[in-house]
């Protein structure tokens, strides 16, 4: 296990206790977002394309994450997906999803959850060190977390991600953009790739998918267009499980490609996406459509 280097964690602050305030914070979230549910959900307002909704409910729990992150940490910087950068002088930065899967939030399919995590580092997939991170299921209340160099739990039990016998007898979970043009090219990716697998599922919470992936109930995991907020307690919590989570051509996981899984089937996925340009590296367009 990678334990982070003392520089990246300010005087006094452990991951221990870092894991225990994003827990703190993404259950407490989450209870708001599930006893504040209606019976009819209403979207708010729209963001990358018609289809990517906002709700009331996604505002006000990150309204509730940022004020408790104020509360107890005020020196640590919040990228949020519903609000505003906040500046910070610790070093340490809080990534929220403050509800992932808001679609499925939206049609009431069990697969929405809050995502917190803390990073050290430009809060970028390229170059940060994932701490600590919570991701909580709402529907159901499942709870996973991870501290860098202590491990990943699910409601407290260590996990272990999986370790499928073939690419071929591996059930891998992905995901798909809001913009239609990109749904499109992920769809030709897809054809490439599901012929070779057991099966794929798509859940509609890539912070979930990558949580499923660290406990074994997937064998891999690939998506395009994943933002920050989507992926860093995921990511945590997959890698301390023993998973492997990487983009294409050598580059770390993030924006253009996030796939996880063992390192084998990894490195046969990896070789496959590449082939089907799932990665954009083609596309003159670049990674502007989620
Ligand atoms: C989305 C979900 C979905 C993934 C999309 C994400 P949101 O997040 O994680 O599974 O396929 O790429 O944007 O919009 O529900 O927070």
Known sequence: MISPAPHELPDG???TALR???VRLATAAGTLVREGRPERVEVAATKSSDVDPVTVMDRASEELLREMIAAERPDDAILGEEGDDVAGTS???WVLDPIDGTVNYLYGVASWAVSVAVVA??????????LAGCVHSIADGRTWSAGLGEGATRDGVPIRSGAPASLGAS???T??????????EQAQVLAQVLPRVRDIRRLGSAAIDLCL?????????YERGLNPWDMAAGVVVATEAGAVVTGLRGR?????MTVAGPRDLVAELVTILEAADADGAGDTAGDTRG
């Open 13 to 15: 602050v452990t991951v």
């Open 20 to 22: 225990d305030l994003a």
């Open 91 to 93: 070093g340490l930065t």
């Open 121 to 130: 580092g430009p809060p970028e997939p390229s170059s940060w060190t994932v």
């Open 171 to 173: 059930l891998l979970g």
């Open 175 to 184: 995901g798909f953009g809001y913009d239609a043009v990109r749904r499109s």
């Open 213 to 221: 992936l660290a406990d074994g109930s997937l064998d891999l995991y």
């Open 252 to 256: 770390p996981a993030g924006n253009a």
